[in-house]
């Protein structure tokens, strides 16, 4: 089974640290993500990669960056930390050669930016 | 952007019962997924239809598409407490992406 971990599943920072979410993934799959999700908002597309050091931004990239090292790691950062930043972050991976397009999701990360 | 879009926003309903999800997109696909969400977790994949298919079933779940209409449609047979809750549908937006809706909040009351 795919596994997809993050580092932590709560995170208390505060307003203007610079803070790193991480994200590993076991079944050497190309492609990572990165969401945010919001009561009434659903789930945004922050970043993805679609391949070492490669990264697209998503639909609400303003405020964060990401680094992809290594195929199995996806990180994503918070260069200054502000208040409507606080949310449920979800990291999820793909497989390009997969049949179908199944995303595998991380168990979440709720940051809390005071 | 937003392609899928669900209704009922939240239902609620006795154990025992079906439930229904429906989920509406904008643009053609090649296939369609259902996932779930447990509260405060991440998101679990269902079942995916393909454009070609107007049904299909896995286990409890049966979910038809009907692409003239651009909806989906999620039941749930013989609902259990562990069925509570989020469903989102997702469609593929380029490449890689996957568009989600916003989910259904599904509760079973027992």
């Known amino acids: 089974d795919v596994k997809v971990t993050q580092s932590s599943r709560y995170l208390v920072k505060r307003t203007g640290e610079k803070v790193f979410l991480e994200c590993v993934q076991d079944?050497?799959?190309?492609?990572m993500f990165w969401y945010r999700q919001d009561p009434g908002l659903g789930l945004r597309l922050i970043y993805f990669s679609y391949d070492v050091k490669m990264k697209e931004k998503g639909d609400i990239p303003e405020g964060y960056s990401v680094s992809r090292e290594k195929k199995e790691r996806f990180s994503l950062i918070l260069e200054s930390a502000s208040t409507n930043q606080t949310s449920m972050y979800l990291c999820?991976?793909?497989?390009?050669?997969?049949?179908?397009?199944?995303?595998?999701f991380g168990p979440g990360t709720r940051l809390t930016v005071l | 952007s937003q392609q899928g879009e669900e209704d009922p926003q939240a239902l609620s309903i006795q154990e025992g019962e079906n439930a229904t999800m429906n989920c509406s997109y904008k643009?053609?696909?090649?296939?369609l997924q259902w996932y779930r969400q447990n509260s405060g977790r991440g998101l679990v994949h269902l079942i995916l239809?393909?454009?070609?298919?107007r049904e299909k079933h896995s286990g409890r779940l049966r979910v038809t598409l009907d692409t003239s209409k651009k909806s989906s449609s999620l039941l749930i047979t013989a609902s259990r407490a562990a069925d509570t809750a989020s469903y989102f549908c997702a469609t593929r937006e380029g490449a890689q992406k996957l568009v989600f809706g916003q989910g259904t909040r599904l509760t079973i009351n027992p």
């Open positions: 999820a991976s793909m497989s390009w050669t997969s049949s179908t397009d199944t995303q595998y």
């Open positions: 079944m050497d799959h190309e492609n």
């Open positions: 643009t053609s696909i090649n296939n």
């Open positions: 239809i393909r454009s070609n298919e």
